[in-house]
């Protein structure tokens, strides 16, 4: 029957009595997750092509951009710790994952992450993988060609005075070879500012570095791969503990500078970090764990030798000379270097940061410090055996480095810093190479076991004396 013919006699569509329609509402989505990009980004990973590289730097890189906004998120004005941080957005990154049991993806973006990290990381990631397996969710095609890795030989290229210089890791996986590269600077300590994860092994480039290396001023030596962890860990804790440098002025700098932006963020540590931290685990540790930091008595020889020779003898204030080579014998031991160790970069980087923040001069003893300076880098390129060569190089840096120095030293902001940090007077200054470390982690221990112990007395006496209250309220 058609409509119009059952319509009843003397009734208009419009007048007839009718349920009023609901109002429509409109459809209520759940807010997107913060990770949802992960999920959407690991789809890559699916390409019947992808290497296990590939999906390595994939998983560092997302660790990467979690550690970065540990650091310089939206609350990054909180007080909360960035290790705190961290370890939160990783643990809700690996559950929202865990959850997607109809997306391939989040498994291969599991894999991948349980590829590259710290021990706990991969450990969470790995646990979530094999949920979403025994959910029925298909592993990525590149898993069957991950294939254990295994360290070849290192090879360091760099300056003169080991100050600056690439750390080319070697490995090998399945026949094939790759190469960790790690630009390291030491500025009174190592510190990571590039990797490149590059096909080839760590020997053959050395080779090539070698052959291109007209003017000769590359120095390529085989380091071993304890000698290899002992640095490149060191330069990684301190990333970490430091965290990264402010995205924001990064991009700045390299604007102004005309550099590539992005071949910057793909070699950056922040986002390589993972991977190098988990190529480190393979390498061996050192047989006997010597938990003493440099040699005091190396650091006292030294300073007494700089104030016997040539060049000590020659300056104005010995005790103020003394006192200033003390303190860069003892950063320097403290480097995992010789007492003579720094070179123009290594002592630079620390006079212009951390001395100057920490380290109390007179305006006198402020401007005696170039003629001390000039001393001590004779007297140790003389030490280390670096001959005409070293002193060439000492020359060519120093008159900047004074500047920059007194320039530095003598600002309002460092001189606030000083007062803040209660800086200890150079002549004051005590050495702290051959401090045994298990010694101070087990006072750190002891002190941090006294504290609570004080807290639960207080505690328990606070508790006491709230029931001796209500008893003699009740009487």
């Known amino acids: 029957m058609s409509g119009r013919a059952g319509r009843m006699p003397g009734m208009s569509p419009v007048s007839r009595s009718r349920k009023p329609k609901r109002q429509h509402k409109p459809v209520q989505h759940a807010p997107a997750s913060p990770y949802a990009k992960f999920l959407d ?29 540990s650091w310089f998120g939206e609350d990054e004005a909180d007080d909360e710790d960035p290790d705190d941080v961290f370890e939160e957005q990783y643990g809700e990154l690996v559950d929202y994952l865990g959850k997607q049991k109809r997306r391939p993806e989040a498994l ?33 095609s590149w898993l069957h060609r991950a294939e254990e890795v295994e360290p070849t030989s290192v090879f360091r290229a760099g300056d003169l005075f080991g100050d600056a210089g690439t750390i080319n890791l070697g490995f090998k996986r399945g026949g094939e070879e790759h190469t960790v590269s790690c630009y390291v600077a030491d500025r009174g300590g ?21 052959a291109s ?17 002992t640095l490149l860990a060191e330069a990684l804790d301190r990333l970490l503990s430091e965290g990264p440098d402010d995205p924001e002025e990064l991009r700045e700098i390299a604007e102004e500078a005309g550099l590539d932006l992005e071949e910057l963020e793909m070699t950056s540590p922040v986002g390589l970090w993972a991977l190098l931290a988990s190529r480190l685990e393979l390498l061996p540790e050192p047989e006997v764990l010597d ?20 060049q000590g003898r020659k300056l104005p204030d010995p005790e103020f000379g003394g006192a200033l080579a003390t303190v860069f014998a003892d950063v320097a031991a403290l480097s995992d270097r010789t007492a003579v160790g720094f070179g123009p970069i290594s002592l630079g980087g620390f006079l212009l940061d951390e001395f100057a923040e920490t380290i109390e001069l007179t305006e006198s003893e402020a401007a005696a410090v170039p003629a001390v300076l000039t001393a001590w880098a004779e007297f140790t390129n003389e030490r280390r055996g670096l001959g005409e060569e070293g002193l060439k190089l000492w020359r060519q840096a120093l008159p900047d480095l ?40 087990q006072q ?13 007395d207080e505690y328990e006496f606070e508790v006491a004396d709230t029931d001796t209250d209500s008893r003699s309220a009740q009487d």
């Open 291 to 310: 938990t003493a930091v440099g040699s005091a008595e190396d650091v006292a020889d030294t300073v007494r030798a700089f104030l016997d020779s040539e």
């Open 213 to 229: 290396d007209e003017e000769g001023q590359l120095h390529i030596s085989e380091l071993t791969l304890v000698q290899a962890r």
């Open 108 to 140: 291969a973006a599991l894999r991948a992450l349980a590829m590259v990290g710290e021990d706990w990381t991969r450990e969470e990631a790995l646990a979530a993988a094999d949920r979403l397996v025994e959910a029925g969710v298909k592993e990525p």
């Open 402 to 441: 004074s500047r920059a120095f007194i320039e530095v030293y003598l600002d309002a902001d460092n001189a606030e810093l000083r007062e803040e940090y209660e800086a200890i007077p150079v002549r004051e200054y005590k050495v702290n190479a051959g401090t045994d470390l298990s010694e101070v982690l």
């Open 41 to 69: 980004e690991a789809k890559a990973l699916l390409d019947p092509e992808t290497e296990v590289v590939e999906a390595e730097l994939w998983g560092s890189f997302a660790l990467g951009a979690l550690f970065e906004t």
């Open 444 to 456: 750190l221990v002891d002190e941090a076991r006294a504290g609570d112990e004080a807290d639960e």
């Open 190 to 210: 190592p510190v990571l500012e590039r990797v490149l994860v590059v096909p080839g092994g760590a020997a053959e480039l050395a080779k090539g570095m070698r």
